[in-house]
Structure formats: structure tokens, C-alpha cells
């Protein structure tokens, strides 16, 4: 199916209140991916990423679809290109990203697209989105990350079923198995998205990208290496803090009334 050249194919926004989005925007072919938007998917998310306006990002797509996988009628040129380097790898590029970033599942999340999910931090997903894994239909195998991180979010034998029987995986399962962290209405992901962005943005800034990065840092850590450098840098943050910020974090403990945020 052709693309309109004056269409954008990864639409990025920057909005008033800190709220980044990314839209993978080629609906009529359920979002799958050619080399031009891998690369555009790569350096949304770099530039999002060093912007001191966005503190969080969420990515969604257009139609129907969240992201149907790689543009398989040009494999090739996807496979064969300059796969290993990080510029232009949107899953490098969003595991280097120090913002929070939501995933908004609207449809089908299938094998390149489920890997970028994947690379989210929380996932929002549709009622009737569904996770489907076929790299071992097509021949094809992971690179971007769905043979190690699946396994060890959903337990090795569901993932080992997921991959190698490439049966849809429905995002109410995924919830269950601690994969998506909420199933909505199909005219609420967005919302819900927004929700989560907007009592994240609540808190220290500088204090949720360091933990997205001590969560994420240490989920590659066995638990004792994890524990050593959380302990590390626990130590490094509070010899590095000063009086002021002392005081600052003493009148906003005073000043916080309601300490419960509904989501």
C-alpha cells in the first residue's frame, strides 16, 4: 500500500505540559515499519529524550494497530542494512532514553512491534489488543530483545509457548502475567496513558529518571549486584545533596497533604 509523501510516518509532539507522544502514523498498513521510520522511531526518541521540556513520553499508533512489525516486503533492506548501529535502532535508542515511557497498545503489538512494546516502561493496552510473536513463523530471529526480556517478565514456559507457537497472546493475559499494567476501554488508552504521565510528573523530576534508571540498570543485575549498586548510588546521591535541597524535600513533605495520587 502506498504512503502519501506529504504524511509524516512518526508524528512527534511536544505538549505545554511535559507530555511527549510519538505516533507511529502509517494506519493502512497497520504500522509496520520500513527502514525510513526505524530510523525516524530512533531519533524521535533521542530527541525527546535530551529535551528538558518532555518528562514523559508516550508512544502510540495510529488506525487499528499499535505496530503490525517490520515492512516484511522490505526485509532485506531492514535486515541487511546497518542493523548494529544504536542511531538508528529505536529499541537502543528507547533502552538509552532516561524518560519514563508509556506505551499506548490500541491494536495488534506483533514481533518487531512487540519488541518495541517491550522496550516501553508501562504498558496501557485496548480490550482486544493482542501480543503476537512470529519470528519463528517467518524465519526470523530476535533482535531486539524478545528472546531474553519476555522470559523474564512472564515466566520462561509462557514465553516458550508465546514464541514458539506465535499464537496471540490477548492483552487481558498479558495484564495477568504482569506485562501490561492496565486493560481499558479502546477510547480510553490515551487517556489512561495520559493519566499515568500526569501523576508521574507529579513527583521529582530528577528523582524518577534516576530510579527508572536504578530499576532498569539493576533488572540486568542479578539481586545482589542490584542491591550493591543501588546501595552505591544511594550514597552518592545523599553525599551529593545540599542543605537546600534538604530544606526543599522538608516543605514538600510538610506541604503534601494528600499523599495518595489516584490512577
Known sequence: MGDSLSEKLIVVTREPDGVGTITIN???????????MMVDLAQAFKGLGKDNSVRVIILSGAGRAFCSGVDLTAAQQVFK???KDPEVDPVAQMEQCPKPIIGAINGFA???GFEIALACD????AKGAAFIETH???GIFPSWGLSQK???IIGPNKAREVSLTAMPMSAEVAEKLGLVNYVVEPNEVLKKARQLAGA?????????LRYKSVINDGYKLDLRQGLAMEKERGHKYYDGMTPEQFKKMQEFIAGRKNPSSKL
Do not use: H, Q, W, Y
Not at 508501562?122 to 493496552?125: D, G, I, P, R
Open 122 to 125: 508501562m504498558l496501557v493496552a
Open 150 to 152: 519476555l522470559a523474564r
Open 110 to 112: 506483533i514481533t518487531a
Open 136 to 138: 519463528a513463523r517467518f
Open 81 to 83: 542494512g546497518d542493523v
Open 200 to 208: 508521574i510528573m507529579k513527583n521529582s523530576e530528577d528523582m524518577v
Open 26 to 36: 502509517r494506519p493502512k498498513s497497520l504500522n509496520s515499519l520500513t527502514r525510513p
